[in-house]
C-alpha cells in the first residue's frame, strides 16, 4: 500500500493525545532552531542554562597552593591597563575564562552576573578572553553586561590550563584553589554562596 502524508497526518492527531501533539510540536521547533545558524548559539545557551549544576569544592586534599609563576600571571582589563594576579590577594578571586563564541560560557554568564552583583564588593571577578577587546564590548553590550569585570589573556598559566572553556577556579586570599570547574555551573546557587561566605570568614 502506498504511502499517503494526508492519511498519515489524520491518523496522528486521531490517535495522538493534546498534550503528545504539542510536545512534539516544541520538539520539532527546537530542532528547527537548533538547525538555524542564527539561533543555534542562543538555544544551546538556554539548555546548558537549565541543566547546569552547582559546582563543588575540592576536598582539601586537591586543594592546592597557585605557583609563583601563576600568581604573577597577567592580563589585561578592557581599557588597555595591565593587571597582575598578585595584585588581587587581598580578597577571594573568582577566575572565569570564556568566550563570545562559546554556547556553555553564555549559558551560566547570567548566574555569573547574579553572584557579581551580590559579591562585588567582597572578592575579585576576573572574566577573562582572549578576543579582541572589540568583540568583548560588543557582546557585552548586547547582552547587558557592561557592569562585568571582563579582561584579556594572551597565554594562561600552568595552574590554570584547561583544554576547553568555561573553565572556572576561584581562589581564596591566600592563594588556595577551592574550586577547579571545567564546564558551564550554576554559579549563583546557594552552596556557592555557602563555599564564597566561608572563605570570606577566613
Sequence with gaps: ???????????????KKTFSIITDFLFVI???LLIIPGTRKEVSSFFIRMVS????????????IVSDASYNWQFYDMQGKKVSLSTLDDKPVFLNFWATWCPPCIGELPGIA???ADYSDKIHF???SNEH????????????YEKLPFYIYTNTPADFASESIPATFLISKDGRVVISKKGAARWNSDKMKKIIDGLLLE
Design 126 to 128: 576576573v572574566l577573562v
Design 1 to 15: 500500500m502506498a504511502f499517503s502524508p494526508r492519511d498519515y497526518i489524520k491518523n496522528y492527531f486521531k490517535k
Design 30 to 32: 527546537l530542532i528547527a
Design 133 to 144: 577587546r572589540d568583540k568583548i564590548h560588543a557582546f557585552a553590550g548586547k547582552h547587558g
Design 114 to 116: 547574579d553572584l557579581y
Design 53 to 64: 549544576m552547582p559546582p563543588s569544592e575540592l576536598s582539601s586534599e586537591d586543594q592546592f
